[in-house]
Each structure stands twice: as C-alpha cells, then as structure tokens.
C-alpha cells in the first residue's frame, strides 16, 4: 500500500514536500512517480524516479521546480514543490510502475492523493 503525506495549504510562491510511503512489498524494485489531479481535469504526470534512484524525470511544466527523490531504505518516495502557483493545487498522487513509464494507465500501484491548496 502506498499512502501519500504532506499536503497543505500554502500562499504562491511557497514549498511543499509531500511524501509517499510504501507500507508492504518490494518497494526498491518499482519506480516510483507522483501525479496530479487538477478539479475538472485529468490526472497528469508530474515526475518520476526510476527504481535505484539514479535518474529523474518530469513533466516539461514541473522541471527545475519540483525534485523527486526517494529512500528505499524507508520505503518512501518525496516530491519537493518550490515556487508553486495556484495552478499547483490538486490532489498528489504517488504511483509505482516501471522505469520511465509516465502514462496513468501504465501504473501498477497506486496510492491515495493528498491534497494541496496553492492560494494567491
């Protein structure tokens, strides 16, 4: 089970670090990835980190923002979110699936959101 932690409410141009923590399993084995879902939208890719943790990747409007890492000795993947914008809010997701797969239905496992509220 994946359960994502760390979300708020916070003014624009404020940081956010959300966490997900993998409760049973191989979590060393899977990449792990966040998304976001926006009121009325789909839910989008925002970054990804593959399963040793030596490559990142993001969506085009998240690089040099937001960072993924992980710790597999905890089990758990973090999301940090600087300089966010009220189009920022959404639900957080984490999810695990394969090296570099990126697309909602590619994910194997996913986690409940936590939400964050970006205000202006």
């Known amino acids: 089970q994946l359960q994502a932690f760390g979300g708020g409410l916070v003014q624009a141009g404020g940081s956010l670090r959300l966490s997900c923590v993998a409760s049973?399993?191989?979590?060393?084995?899977?990449?792990m990835n966040w998304f976001r879902q926006a009121p009325g939208k789909e839910r989008e890719f925002v970054a990804g980190?593959?399963?040793?943790?030596?490559?990142?990747y993001y969506s085009d409007s998240m690089k040099g923002l937001f960072t993924v890492s992980r710790d597999n000795a905890k089990s758990t993947v973090y999301l940090q979110m600087n300089s966010l914008k009220p189009e920022d809010t959404a639900v957080y997701y984490c999810?695990?699936?394969?090296?570099?797969?990126?697309?909602?239905?590619?994910?194997?496992?996913w986690g409940k959101g936590t939400l964050v509220t970006v205000s202006s």
């Open positions: 999810a695990a699936g394969r090296n570099h797969e990126r697309a909602v239905g590619q994910m194997l496992y």
């Open positions: 980190i593959t399963w040793s943790g030596s490559t990142t």
């Open positions: 049973e399993g191989t979590f060393s084995r899977y990449a």
